[in-house]
């Protein structure tokens, strides 16, 4: 099997990062586990924060040996509310998290989730929180398959606490990856080209299983996620989602994307940088307060294809 691109790492290739010790200690990668779903909240009941981090329990039931647990719904974003149901996280909660994981001015970062319960997402949206806080594109990769994949190599797990052997001192940059707003988003699908992260049936209309209305922001175009995935939960090749984004994107001016609320979309930016498309420095524009917020704000709605 070849090697993916950067920003992705195999996990053979991390478990020889790895060897000789846990993960974050003696120049070895701080590794987070972000696994997570993405649950709805009871029907008629707004969404909130979960008391409990919905892929702990997987962490304790074993994880790649050092790695820090880190949640999507409080430790990578913001409290829900008008903003959307995963509003960017507040800065300085951000740097006294990765802190706490041990992450300091240099050094690798790996994060993982477990793709087959997220289809790869939490993962990348930890990937685009990361480099949103201004780490450098080199420091910050994604386990390609994410847990399964690493079990599969043979890697070693552990159902210790885990947690940084060393407190972390980075300094955040908040900012550094490009943000839309509800009115830039629509700005795009007039004027380049917006892209859609979630299912076809949700996208068109026919489905909402989480927002109170259903459809698409007007003049989107939809290139699901879950579509940049291989069978086995891996990315698919570089060429191969060069196509697919190409295929949507053409030789459109600016590309914005968004989802349900500003996690799988993630995989979109993620997935223009694996592919060649965009280059680290000019990365494809994330609106992350997406479908949630625009929703909210009574804003024009489309829907069919």
């Known amino acids: ?22 993960a974050g200690t003696d120049g070895r990668p701080v590794v987070l586990d972000v696994r997570w779903r993405l649950v709805p909240p009871p029907k008629g009941r707004k969404p909130r924060r979960r008391p409990d981090p919905v892929g702990e329990p997987d962490f304790d039931a074993g994880h790649v040996p050092g790695a820090v647990f880190l949640d999507v719904d409080t430790d990578l974003a913001g409290p829900p509310g008008p903003a959307g149901r995963h509003p960017l996280p507040d800065p300085d909660d951000l740097q006294t998290t990765l802190r706490r994981a041990g992450i300091g001015p240099s050094g690798g970062i790996v994060v993982y989730d477990g793709v087959g319960a997220g289809d790869g997402m939490a993962a990348a949206r930890a990937w685009w929180v990361l480099r949103w806080a201004g780490l450098a594109p080199e420091r910050v990769r994604v386990l390609d398959g994410g847990f399964d994949a690493w079990t599969a190599a043979g890697g070693e797990t552990s159902t210790e606490s885990g947690g940084a052997r060393t407190q972390g001192d980075i300094a ?15 700005g795009i699908a007039n004027t380049g080209v917006l ?3 979630r299912a076809p049936e949700r996208f068109r209309g026919e489905s909402e299983p989480i ?95």
């Open 172 to 186: 955040i940059t908040a900012g550094a990856m490009p943000v839309l707003t509800a009115d830039a988003a629509l």
């Open 211 to 305: 927002d109170p209305v259903a459809g698409h922001v007007p003049g989107a175009a939809n290139l699901p996620a879950g579509s940049l995935l291989d069978t086995d939960g891996r990315w698919r090749p570089p060429e191969a989602l060069a196509t697919a984004l190409r295929g949507v994107v053409g030789e459109a001016g600016p590309v914005g994307a968004y989802c349900g609320s500003g996690v799988s979309a993630a995989m979109l930016v993620l997935a223009a940088e694996i592919a060649g498309v965009r280059p680290p420095a000019d990365p494809v524009a994330l609106y992350v307060g997406s479908w949630s917020n625009w929703c909210a704000g009574k804003r024009p709605v489309a829907t069919g294809a």
């Open 1 to 22: 099997m070849p090697t993916p691109a950067a920003p992705l790492v195999a996990a053979p290739d991390l478990i020889t990062e790895l060897a000789g010790g846990p």
């Open 195 to 197: 892209l859609d992260a």
